[in-house]
């Protein structure tokens, strides 16, 4: 059978799971429709968390990030983790016991205002609006490399599956879903990491094989990938990083980015107690890390395996002949992934790294240039050619990426429409809408937002790979410290809120703009972005901490300058820290 | 109701307490073992690299799931023994 058909096999059999359980788990009320009617476990719950955080970029891009960066890309291995903790301490528990619908639900109610509501509504649909753009434009490039159709097709398709499991199902049938997906990403990324690792350490487990013993060499393998990538001339895999700062700004906004995507935030309003959302935080961490513990292996394994193909006999001994390259190099290079040019004209493919500290070396060495342009993102999806593995793994680690696209996009898509049907039309514009009505907006925004999600995928706006910086951006400096003052102070007013939330926004905005271009056109930035021109180093991916920290200190000064919020209010706060009863106000 | 008051007054103390505390290990095992505090670890070695590198890898991803699932234990427990349980 040829690795097209077994390619089409595999998606075309998770298509009709998925496809099968939307019809099982068919939305019949808004609660339904919203929060899966409000009875989901909370194991369950976690593993459909994990594949609904769990975006093309974990599951494709990641890796090799960290492959590239070595120690100071571990950043996003640890930021996109830690904001779980966050949540499980922070957030979830009294949001679930809060008992509403959406995020922008807390914000309006707590800070008694159409306008903080309003503000909230706006700052979530920035956000999953420019992160649902990633994952269509992620499925795209799986449909093409794997089945064969133009990119355009597959975001068409893509777009018509999520239509069917996430506007009949609503919550109900996109938490399912998303269990399946789960369980179809995790084995596809699990076993080519398994079979890679026995071959390099003989250890089947991954994350133990990373740093145990290079079978060929006899050596730890990191030590082995330290000498490797130093002998061609970049830095050791394992080096310090000297911007310190920047790196834990950057860790620290991309956990408190986590802890504030509505998105994720939802998923705690389906399990059926505050205790639930507690047990169910730690779940999805334990998901998430089946995914985030393998990562680290595949990278450092897959960079070794790289290297050790380009260079058979070792990187001081002469580079492999263009001509008896392997056969996954052939397949990615029609993708344009991968490039070689023979600048040197010896036939061979140099790989190493351009820098003037090697360049006496290079020309020692009679090289002319770094030959070979690897595309971080073919890692993992070339996995499986790498390590030599049978065509079914190939197909499954296709349904796998395509199935952690599928399962962010429904996600965000729900966050979106809820945001619409439910915050803008229900609460703000017609509060008279019946319960059918409501539905009915919820279904008609729901496939707007996936019209329009399909749309941005088929013209992305030239700046897909900022966009999940802004939406975490954004996420840390306004809705994160929103719903965290809203729970854990009485005296942050309306007011203050708003305040905190517009300045947080703003100066992120300004920050991130001022380096990638006003609305990231580019040639429209007013400084280079370079480490030089960074205010104290921190570069604008890093910002959302510093933005966090301002929506803090401006929310208290003009709340300590306005009225406190009205008792009721007050009663409120009272009410979401108590798993039970209306809380301390309530005398029982 | 005043006694109620208190209760729930310290039932929310208490749960502060156990944030900051689970708080604490969750920076100090990522900000701090894995980013700042490296270069003092570095004697310890871990296949082939430093304790840091393994924590900024691995090791504070354990200690997170670690760090929610005491707090989750902790806390509903707290809930029954305050009366505050669903």
């Known amino acids: ?81 830690g904001g779980y903790v966050l949540l499980a301490m922070l957030l979830a528990p009294y949001l679930r016991k809060f008992g509403k619908f959406t995020v922008p639900d807390f914000i309006g109610d707590r800070f008694y205002s159409k306008g903080a509501r309003l503000t909230a509504v706006v700052c979530l649909i920035i956000m999953s609006v420019t992160y649902v753009i990633g994952q269509m434009t992620g499925a795209g490039v799986a449909f093409s490399r794997f089945l064969e159709v133009s990119s355009a097709t597959g975001i068409w398709i893509a777009a018509g599956v999520v239509f069917v499991y996430a506007v009949f199902g609503g919550m109900k049938g996109i938490t399912y879903t998303q269990v399946a997906q789960y369980v179809v990403l995790i084995i596809a990324y699990t076993i080519p990491a398994v079979f890679i690792s026995l071959q390099l350490t003989n250890n089947p487990i991954p994350m133990f094989g990373m740093f145990s013993t290079h079978v060929e060499s006899g050596q730890p393998l990191l030590v082995k990938l330290d000498e490797i990538v130093r002998e061609l001339g970049f830095q050791d895999y394992t080096a310090d990083v000297s911007n310190k700062l920047n790196m834990v700004l950057f860790t620290l906004s991309l956990m408190i980015g986590t802890a504030g995507l509505p998105h994720v935030i939802i998923r705690f309003f389906t399990v059926p107690k505050v205790a639930d959302a507690r047990w169910s935080a730690g779940w999805t961490l334990v998901f998430i890390a089946l995914l985030y513990l393998t990562a680290p292996a595949v990278a450092s394994m897959a960079r070794l395996n790289l290297l050790t193909t380009i260079y058979p006999a070792g990187p001081t001994a002469d580079a492999i002949n263009y001509a008896e390259r392997p056969d996954w190099i052939k397949n990615w290079e029609q993708t344009g992934l991968i490039r070689w040019e023979d600048k040197n004209n010896d036939g061979r493919i140099q790989l190493y790294n351009e820098t003037p500290a090697f360049a006496a070396k290079a020309e020692e060495r009679g090289w002319a240039g770094n030959e070979l342009t690897v595309n971080n993102d073919i890692l993992v999806l070339a996995n499986p050619e790498i390590a030599n593995l049978p065509g079914w793994v190939v197909g499954l680690i296709a349904a796998g990426g395509i199935a952690a696209a599928l399962s962010t996009a429904a996600g965000l898509l729900l966050a979106i429409s809820s945001a619409i049907s439910h915050d803008l039309i229900k609460n703000i514009i017609n509060p008279q809408i019946s319960e059918k009505g409501e539905m009915l907006a919820a279904r008609i925004s729901m496939a707007g937002a996936i019209l329009l999600a399909t749309y941005l995928g088929l013209n992305p706006p030239g700046f897909a790979a900022q966009v999940v910086a802004l939406a975490f951006g954004i ?32 100066v992120t905005l300004l920050y991130i703009f001022t380096y990638l271009g006003w609305f990231f056109i580019p040639g429209t930035n007013m400084l280079p972005n370079t480490v030089d021109n960074w205010i104290l180093g921190i570069s604008p991916l890093s910002f959302g901490a510093v933005g966090a920290m301002i929506n803090f200190v401006v929310a208290f000064a003009v709340s300590s300058v306005t009225a406190a919020p009205p008792k009721e209010i007050q009663e409120l706060v009272e009410s979401v820290r108590y798993p039970k009863g209306a809380g301390a106000a309530v005398d029982h | 109701m005043a006694d109620h008051n208190m209760n ?74 305050y009366g505050v349980e669903e």
Not at chain 1, 39 to 65: E, K, Q, R, Y
Not at chain 1, 482 to 487: N, T, V
């Open chain 1, 1 to 81: 059978m040829s690795q097209f058909a077994i390619n089409l096999i595999f998606v075309g059999a998770s298509f009709a799971l998925y496809i099968g359980i939307a019809i099982w788990a068919r939305a019949g009320s808004t609660k339904e429709f919203y929060v899966a009617g409000g009875g989901v476990n909370p194991v369950t719950n976690g593993m459909a968390t994990a594949a609904d955080w769990m975006s093309a970029a974990s599951f494709i891009s990641m890796a090799g990030l960290i492959a590239a960066g070595g120690y100071a890309n571990s950043t996003f291995l640890m930021g996109w983790t």
């Open chain 1, 475 to 506: 996420a840390a400096a306004t809705l994160f410290p929103a719903l965290m003052m809203g729970i854990f102070s009485k005296r942050v007013s309306g007011q203050g809120a708003i305040a905190g939330m517009l300045a947080g926004l703003v």
């Open chain 2, 8 to 81: 729930a007054a310290a039932y929310w103390s208490a749960n502060l307490r156990y944030i900051s505390i689970s708080l604490f290990v969750w920076a100090l095992v990522s900000y701090g073992f894995a980013i700042l505090l490296r270069p003092m670890l570095a004697g310890i070695s871990v296949g082939g690299t430093d304790l840091g590198f393994w924590f900024a890898q691995q090791g504070s991803i354990i200690t997170f799931i670690a760090i929610i699932f005491i707090y989750a234990w902790k806390m509903n427990k707290l809930d029954k023994e």
